[in-house]
């Protein structure tokens, strides 16, 4: 079974704080994404990796920054954390020969005060 | 517009009715189109894939007009366990990354 973990299921911030989400996935998966969802507006794509140290820019990267040093982990930061950020962040990853099947995390519930 | 858009609901239904939902795509150069499925406070996991000749799955059935770039899914026999948000999902060509609609909430009633 394909394990996709989150560091933390709650996260509460202040304004202006550096912020890591981590996540990390077991099955040697090529591509890894970052989302956040939010009521009305779905996932929508904030960062994606397809191999270590490669990344490229979804739909809102603004504000974020992704780090993938290692295959099975992916990092999203917020460098200035901002209230407008507070939301569900979710992890994927897929094969790179499948990608159609999103094997997700738990999520992160990041508040920032 | 967005690039996938879906009757947002909720769609209160009860056991054993019959429910389906909708979704439109703006990208003509989507080439792959799926439901997942997402219970409430957990991640979304794929439901099914939708080809252009229809599927079938169980009670679950997804259909595809490319024409009218429209995606749908029909619920037959609704269970109590089938209350969820189905969210509608498109690829485009050979991208890595999906689209998601922003979801349909289902409540299946007693």
């Known amino acids: 079974d394909v394990k996709v973990t989150q560091s933390s299921r709650y996260l509460v911030k202040r304004t202006g704080e550096k912020v890591f989400l981590e996540c990390v996935q077991d099955m040697d998966h090529e591509n890894m994404f970052w989302y956040r969802q939010d009521p009305g507006l779905g996932l929508r794509l904030i960062y994606f990796?397809?191999?270590?140290?490669?990344?490229e820019k979804g739909d809102i990267p603004e504000g974020y920054s992704v780090s993938r040093e290692k295959k099975e982990r992916f990092s999203l930061i917020l460098e200035s954390a901002s209230t407008n950020q507070t939301s569900m962040y979710l992890c994927?990853?897929?094969?790179?020969?499948?990608?159609?099947?999103?094997?997700f995390g738990p999520g992160t519930r990041l508040t920032v005060l | 517009r967005k690039e996938v858009e879906q009757d947002p609901g909720p769609f209160n239904v009860p056991e054993g009715a019959t429910v389906a939902f909708n979704c439109t795509y703006s990208?003509?150069?989507?080439?792959?189109f799926f439901w997942y499925r997402q219970d409430c406070r957990k991640e979304p996991k794929l439901l099914m894939s939708v080809y252009s000749s229809g599927n079938e799955d169980g009670r679950f059935t997804a259909q595809l007009n490319r024409a009218s770039q429209y995606i749908s899914l029909l619920i037959r026999d609704s269970k109590l366990s089938d209350s969820a948000t189905y969210l509608c999902?498109?690829?485009?060509?050979?991208?890595?990354?999906?689209?998601f609609g922003s979801g349909t909430q289902l409540t299946v009633l007693p």
């Open positions: 999902v498109v690829r485009s060509g050979s991208a890595r990354q999906l689209t």
């Open positions: 994927a990853s897929t094969l790179e020969w499948l990608p159609d099947t999103q094997y």
């Open positions: 990796s397809y191999d270590v140290k490669m990344k």
């Open positions: 990208n003509s150069a989507s080439q792959s």
